[in-house]
């Protein structure tokens, strides 16, 4: 089975660039989150979302970050305008609700200049 | 107080002996645990999960969860030098939702 999908693997940037990232969670699936892994903060969630509804974005850390869940089988994370402190890995997860066990896709690598 | 706490290391061990890794957590609360490895530049992998107090057995890893003191252990019989990686702490806010909370993870080497 494939595991949780990410695209772009990695992404180089300017400074004030709009910045999507993509994620296709396990099917089946209804939970999904958004981390962001930095050496300094380590690991942080940016938002939940159950059932394509987000349920805790309380993570995100200003208007700048954007999410969306169109569907069960897809979500974006959109940074607009990027800065160069939002350099960081962004993995996305996902897990069914009743089991609290979440399985990470590989990770976007993401470099603002 | 940080929700999860882990020592971040590293912890040296040589090759043979048991790894043993701690984290406390802070929500009385909390009902399920997860311990995650990490190897440098991949995503976290689920390794053991506990739900109830006491220890729980799966290959060379073992979990162990003390509510009362709110720490949860992952012990690691026969440390390989393939076990150096990162070891993340994992738990569930109580209350339906799901939300997992990650310590900072202790960074773990085994040397032969």
């Known amino acids: 089975d494939a595991g949780v999908i990410q695209s772009p693997r990695h992404e180089v940037t300017e400074m004030g660039q709009e910045v999507t990232l993509r994620c296709k969670p396990i099917?089946?699936?209804?939970?999904l989150f958004w981390y962001r892994q930095t050496m300094m903060r380590g690991l942080e969630l940016l938002i939940y979302?159950?059932?394509?509804?987000?349920?805790?974005d309380s993570g995100m850390p200003e208007d700048r970050f954007s999410a969306k869940m169109p569907n069960a089988s897809f979500s974006t994370l959109k940074i607009q305008p990027s800065e160069p402190r939002d350099s960081a890995v962004y993995f996305c997860?996902?897990?069914?609700?009743?089991?609290?066990?979440?399985?990470f896709g590989p990770g976007t690598r993401l470099t603002v200049l | 107080q940080k929700e999860v706490e882990q020592n971040s290391g590293p912890l040296s061990v040589p090759e043979g002996a048991i790894a043993s890794l701690n984290c406390t957590y802070s929500?009385?609360?909390?009902?399920?645990f997860f311990w995650y490895r990490q190897y440098s530049g991949k995503s976290p992998e689920l390794i053991m999960s506990i739900y109830s107090n006491g220890d729980k057995e799966d290959g060379r890893f073992t979990a162990q969860l003390n509510k009362a003191s709110q720490y949860v252990s992952l012990l690691i019989r026969d440390s390989q030098p393939s076990d150096s990686a990162t070891y993340l702490c994992a738990v569930n806010k109580q209350g339906g939702s799901y939300i997992p909370t990650f310590g900072r993870g202790t960074s773990l080497i085994v040397h032969p």
């Open positions: 099917s089946g699936h209804n939970s």
């Open positions: 929500d009385r609360g909390s009902q399920s």
């Open positions: 997860a996902s897990s069914l609700s009743s089991s609290g066990v979440g399985y």
């Open positions: 979302f159950n059932n394509n509804v987000p349920i805790d």
